[in-house]
Every structure is written in structure tokens, then in C-alpha cells.
């Protein structure tokens, strides 16, 4: 997971757009996942903030997206 941080943000990398509205596959910013699961998917990274890269803390806990299990709830009476 990532959050937009301006001033990461480099108005030299703004997006290309297409006309249909997606991003063209030339522009600048585009970069690839750090997700080994999305390895080679070209996404939009210009000024995205990804945990434990540039400064950026990684939080709390250390969460694997890609990790399923059971939500357990307890119930107090």
C-alpha cells in the first residue's frame, strides 16, 4: 500500500494521458511494482509513497496484501 505524498511529486514526470483516459505506456513516472506478485505491471508512481522507500515509514505492522486468512471476533457480553 502507498499514499500520495506531494513532495515526492515531480512535475517533470506528470502523466500522459491518452484519449480514451488511461496513462500512456510512454510516460514518465511509470515504474513497476515492488510487489513480487505484480512483477512487470507498469504503474503510475509519480509521487506515490511506497513503505520503507524514501523516508517513508511502514507503518504499524508489517502487512502482506497478498496474505488471506480468517477474521476472528470476539464477542463481549
Excluded: E, R
Excluded at 13 to 30: C, F, I
Amino acid at each position: 500500500m502507498g499514499n500520495f505524498y506531494p513532495s515526492l511529486y515531480d512535475k517533470a514526470k506528470t502523466a500522459v494521458m491518452l484519449s480514451d483516459g488511461t496513462v500512456s505506456p510512454l510516460s514518465p513516472g511509470l515504474g513497476t511494482s515492488p510487489n513480487p506478485i505484480l512483477a512487470g505491471v507498469q504503474l503510475y508512481l509519480n509521487g506515490i509513497g511506497i513503505p520503507g522507500q524514501n523516508g517513508v515509514p511502514k507503518g504499524l505492522v508489517n502487512n502482506h496484501w497478498a496474505a488471506f486468512g480468517h477474521d476472528l471476533g470476539l464477542l463481549t457480553m
